[in-house]
């Protein structure tokens, strides 16, 4: 029986996951921080922050990962966040949006934002932009934004102030809207920097049974998870196509793609559309005041 291939191994490199304190997330930085990276975990609350630091060194003892707390709702955290982290560090080798939230009923934010288009693909886009020089000073750098086969669903409307209609938001409306701005961020990233060492890919994890739907979602919501129950996933195996994509070889030179059980896959016609793709970009660039 042939030896089990070696594991790539992330010595030296700095990897920086936003919502690593549970689910996928964890997971992730879990089995990245096994493979040599030096952590950076961007998280909400304290308390849950410093458990997974302390998983994590129970896998990896020689691991120290720094936390960096940040609520992703609030763009002004955001800044505050990339500007520490351009502080601290010289240099990005991989970043993961990882987090995500479904929202309950109808929240807006103090900023004047809808809580899962903020949280979901505001913040990420605003991130990375502001994380770019970092990603750039490590010659070959990785984005990985955790999309959604939800983004079927989605719609990018011509005016953003709909979600913001009690009479028309559906919860479950806006988290497939969020992954469908994901998926055209992360084409329109990956052409804007295709003649950098970065690469821009997105992914589905499956669904996973996770606590993504809350006491707060609505009943059908809560009913469409209930009947997926049976074909939902662990978050070991949620993890295993973000994990793919921050250390296989293989996909060092791929960008722009969509990923499902660590293989391209095919994303809506929707997803795929250039146009579509650049005016959310100007969208976004005007929603999180990116100059």
């Not at 992954?179 to 950098?196: C, D, Q, S, V, W």
């Not at 499956?206 to 707060?216: A, C, M, Q």
């Not at 016609?269 to 976004?284: F, K, V």
Request: with cysteine.
């Amino acid at each position: 029986m042939a030896a089990p291939a070696e594991l790539p191994r992330l010595d030296g490199k700095t990897v920086l996951i936003t919502g690593p304190s549970g689910g996928i997330g964890q997971i992730t930085a879990r089995e990245l921080a096994r493979r040599g990276a030096h952590l950076v975990l961007v998280c909400r609350n304290p308390e849950r922050a410093e458990q997974t630091k302390t998983l994590i060194q129970q896998a990896s003892p020689a691991s120290q990962p720094d936390i960096l707390l940040c609520d992703l709702s609030v763009l002004a955290e955001v800044r505050t966040l990339a500007a520490e982290v351009t502080r601290r560090y010289s240099k990005l080798d991989v970043l993961i949006n990882n987090a995500g939230i479904m929202p309950g009923p109808l929240t807006i934010t103090d900023e004047g934002h809808e809580l899962s288009w903020v949280t979901n693909h505001l913040a990420p886009f605003l991130l990375t932009n502001l994380l770019l020089p970092l990603l750039e000073a490590a010659g070959q750098a990785r984005i990985i934004n955790v999309a959604s086969e939800a983004h079927w669903l989605g719609e990018i409307e011509p005016a953003q102030n709909f979600r913001n209609d009690r009479e028309k938001y559906s919860s479950f409306t806006a988290y497939c809207d969020s992954k469908l701005a994901n998926i055209l961020f992360t084409n329109e990233l990956a052409h804007r920097l295709e003649l950098t060492g970065i690469t821009a890919n997105c992914l589905h994890p499956g669904i996973v049974d996770t606590g993504l739907v809350n006491p707060g979602s609505s009943r059908l919501l809560k009913l469409m998870w209930l009947l997926a129950r049976p074909v939902m996933v662990t978050p070991e195996v949620g993890a295993q196509t973000s994990i793919f994509l921050a250390t296989d070889p293989k996909v060092a030179a791929l960008s722009g793609r969509y990923f499902k059980n660590s293989k391209p896959a095919r994303s809506s016609g929707t997803a795929r559309n250039r146009a579509e793709a650049s005016r959310l970009w100007r969208i976004s660039a005007e929603e999180t005041g990116l100059e």
